[in-house]
């Protein structure tokens, strides 16, 4: 039997989803129980981005989006710090979106978003993105339902638009239980060096924990399209949840495959060019 | 004898700047000529940066502005690397700038610039910035000598704005001789996967070697200003223009001194309210 990718392991399975059957403490392909075990071969995450970096520099249009969502404290900001973290930052386009501002909100949804794309060659990394627009705003009916609903279908084509351009999508939902919430709440009252992080709406939001549930679970149903696939990565451990995004970004890139650009340089030539003067 | 810092190590002199006085094979302040022993503490760094990150959060308008400026090969993409990649991408904002487009010709200069500065929290690292405007476009005579004229005091103006509007301006010409230029242009050449990086228009660029020196001293001179001091890093030793550049940073973070907000939080309340039911 081949061996299952991270991709397959995490896919969304077909039909109506229900988040209450993923478990956040879940760690499939995991070699073991030991954290130690769990690490990406971060030198060839590395060498994969630099071609996918170089081929940019020369005309190619591919490029990777990796999409962060979860609820408060799933872990978006450690993907980042430790995954993202690995690349060089020549090639990262990071974009944290907050709360849309009055201009944004005069334009349509998807604005603001497109603005943050990633250019040839990067890997853009939205830390919530246009499912907000699905999600919060659904939760807290900021919008009329009949208008978000409209929002599946121009997520999908949005995305397809992106693919077409040369654009892998790589949608990541950070899946964690309600009690992992709490405790990582608590530790964060616990610890003075994290109080920055605890915003007391972060409560209220808890409390819309089953809205919430039943928003992830439509969009990752609806907007499961595929050419831009959800992955719901348990997120109760931190250390598997990292090692499986970096996996997946690992089975992209080889899939991809990116090389170094070849231009045809006639090497004597400009080294004759470069040589001290006598 | 008080230490000497790396910002006083790497200054320009007062009065007229002229490059030739600059050693690029000089390692200020380095402990002993083994590469080894030069290391930044990119722990204390990361700290320091994850607060200022956390105090952008809660209202701080404080940032950090990277300037890299220096020929072709001087080493800007080799500080994002080594350097700016030591700290967590969520508050790192790299931008590359390339020749302008059309519809960037048509704003003043800055106009392409001022899109891409900092936001609170950050480090922004400009690999190019609005100093192209007095460096290729003078030696290519893309305007009139009248109008890059101008732009000495236009970018002072500029920079003094970013200053008093919270933003730290860390301003670092790589400065490396034209036979480091040489060997490194020749490396690009002996191995094929560095053939890609180059362009055979960097030897016409070579070509105006001298034209950019005096285009690159009168910069020095002219916008080396009290509150956004030049730095010249000798750049012919890779690992020491890293290590050099990590200690300006870590100075600059040092005098900052970021602090983890304390917001005012009701913990006893907070928690109770986070307690699972009974």
């Known amino acids: 039997m081949p061996k299952q990718s991270m991709r397959e392991a995490l896919a969304v399975a077909r039909g109506g989803v229900n988040l209450a059957g993923y478990d956040p403490e879940d760690r499939p ?21 630099k071609k996918l970096w170089a081929e940019g520099t020369a005309g190619s ?6 999409v962060l969502q979860g609820i408060d404290t799933a872990g978006k900001g450690g993907v980042t710090k430790h995954v993202v973290g690995v690349f060089d930052p020549i090639g990262v386009q990071y974009t944290g979106f907050k709360a ?17 794309l990633p250019i040839p060659g990067t890997i853009g990394v939205f830390d919530r993105s246009h499912y907000e627009d699905v999600l919060i705003v659904r939760v807290h009916e900021l919008v009329p339902e009949s208008e978000w609903r409209k929002r599946y279908e121009l997520i999908n084509e949005f995305e397809k638009e992106l693919v077409d351009g040369g654009t892998t999508v790589l949608k990541c939902f950070l899946n964690i239980s309600f009690d992992t919430q709490r405790e990582r709440l608590i ?19 808890r409390g819309f924990w089953n809205e919430y549930q039943l928003a992830y679970s439509e969009m990752l149903e609806r907007c499961n399209t595929e050419y831009a696939p959800w992955y719901i990565v348990p997120s109760d451990h931190k250390k598997y949840r990292n090692w499986a995004i970096g996996e997946l970004l690992h089975e992209t890139l080889s899939e991809l495959d990116p090389q170094y650009p070849n231009p045809p340089l006639d090497i004597p030539t400009l080294k004759e ?6």
Chains 1, 2 share one sequence.
């Not at 392909?29 to 981005?49: F, G, I, T, W």
């Not at 005069?106 to 604005?111: A, E, G, K, M, Q």
């Not at 060019?273 to 006598?278: D, I, S």
């Open 29 to 49: 392909l995991a070699p073991s129980k030991h954290n130690r075990d769990l690490r990406n071969d971060d030198a060839s995450l590395r060498e994969m981005q």
């Open 61 to 66: 249009e591919r490029r990777i989006l990796l």
């Open 100 to 116: 849309p501002t009055k201009t944004e909100l005069r334009h349509d949804f998807l604005w603001r978003i497109r603005k943050q």
């Open 187 to 205: 530790k964060r009252l616990d610890r003075p060096d994290k109080h920055w992080k605890f915003n007391p709406d972060d409560l209220t939001e």
């Open 273 to 278: 060019k470069l040589a001290p003067p006598n």
